[in-house]
């Protein structure tokens, strides 16, 4: 009952007062230690421009891959095609069973991963 007693209420306003104003000063003091170095616009502007163009080469790079296989995989096709049709045909009935097989053996393999 002595809480609300009227001394003891201006005594605790003077310590939440004093205590808040402790607290207040230890946190300027904090944000004044701790420096916060905000990059500029261009920083950024830059690494996304070297992003870019890293982007770009690499894709280029697997384009460029992509057309030489392409090539490579035609040219022989056609050789086979025209001075050895034994050897077309036995690569395409082959190439038929590969894939058949790969697509089971994925099929499986997907189905017990999830099952």
């Given at each position: 009952m002595k809480k609300n007693h009227p001394v003891y209420q201006n005594h605790s306003d003077k310590r939440d007062q004093e205590t808040v104003s402790q607290i207040k000063?230890?946190?300027?003091?904090?944000?004044?230690?701790?420096?916060?170095?905000?990059?500029?616009?261009?920083?950024?502007?830059?690494?996304?421009?070297?992003?870019?163009?890293?982007?770009?080469?690499?894709?280029?790079?697997?384009?460029?891959?992509?057309?030489?296989?392409?090539?490579?995989?035609?040219?022989?096709?056609?050789?086979?095609?025209?001075?050895?049709?034994e050897v077309f045909l036995t690569l395409q009935v082959l190439s038929v069973i590969f894939i058949g097989i790969y697509t089971f053996y994925v099929k499986r393999k997907v189905e017990s991963s999830h099952g």
């Amino acid at each position: 009952m002595k809480k609300n007693h009227p001394v003891y209420q201006n005594h605790s306003d003077k310590r939440d007062q004093e205590t808040v104003s402790q607290i207040k000063k230890s946190l300027e003091e904090f944000d004044d230690t701790i420096s916060i170095d905000v990059p500029q616009v261009s920083f950024f502007e830059q690494t996304i421009k070297r992003k870019r163009q890293k982007a770009r080469r690499e894709w280029r790079k697997e384009v460029l891959m992509f057309l030489v296989t392409a090539a490579l995989i035609l040219c022989f096709l056609f050789l086979s095609l025209f001075h050895q049709p034994e050897v077309f045909l036995t690569l395409q009935v082959l190439s038929v069973i590969f894939i058949g097989i790969y697509t089971f053996y994925v099929k499986r393999k997907v189905e017990s991963s999830h099952g």
